[in-house]
């Protein structure tokens, strides 16, 4: 699963980052980019990527925890993740899955592995699979995860859906079969894991030394 990630790559690198690892030749962020974070939760805003033809992107905010378009009140655990395995056919993502499909930017993500959080990145920009409703008149968004593989199945047996660069187009603009093929685990080549600062157990702290500060724990 993912339940905390980082994003500290914003304003006009976000922007690069995103021109250089995708196929898209313009990219808006009508509302604006995020700012650096360090310990994004969910039910807080996070920027998404959704295709706006085969050419331009936008970058927008949204509700980490999906709200289906169904939904009528904001009861029950928020949908931040959905699993791969299911994510086509349970009533919460099936709608979204065959139409409203995004890519969730991040430099890396929290994963807690015998009570200690772990920082797992590849020291550049990564892209998940994600969806996106507007259930309650909000824009909102889930992440796909998978079964882990190596070298992260030794922290969670699962883990984001990881986007190639070569495979953002076909999740974001492709048929829901086209996107179907993409729901196996992606690849895990390159990624690292160290010690994170305990200190990210609280929503609260949000702050680079609880990634830069790895090393001494």
């Known amino acids: 699963m993912c339940g905390r990630f980082v994003l500290f790559t914003t304003e006009d690198a976000l922007i690069e980052a995103t021109l250089d690892t995708t196929d898209f030749a313009k990219v808006q962020a009508p509302a604006g980019l995020p700012r650096a974070r360090y310990n994004i939760a969910p039910t807080t805003p996070i920027p998404i990527l959704r295709a706006i033809d085969a050419t331009e992107a936008s970058i927008a905010p949204a509700r980490w925890g999906l709200f289906p378009h169904w939904k009528r ?3 029950g655990p928020p949908l931040f993740n959905a699993r791969a395995e299911t994510v086509s056919e349970k009533p919460s993502f099936r709608s979204a899955f065959k139409t409203q499909r995004c890519a969730i930017p991040m430099d890396g993500y929290y994963e807690w592995h015998q009570k200690q959080p772990q920082w797992i990145r590849t020291g550049s920009l990564i892209w998940v699979a994600g969806l996106w409703d507007t259930g309650l008149d ?10 882990a593989q190596a070298p992260l199945d030794q922290v969670h047996h699962r883990m984001p859906r990881f986007l190639q660069s070569e495979e953002i187009s076909q999740w ?3 048929t829901a079969e086209e996107a179907a093929e993409l729901l196996a685990p992606g690849s895990t080549e390159g990624f690292q894991i160290t010690p994170a600062d305990p200190a990210v157990g609280n929503v609260r702290n949000d702050y680079p030394e609880l990634i830069s500060s790895a090393s001494l724990f």
């Open 73 to 75: 009140d904001d009861s």
């Open 138 to 147: 909000m824009l909102s968004a889930t992440m796909i995860t998978t079964g």
């Open 172 to 174: 974001l603009m492709g």
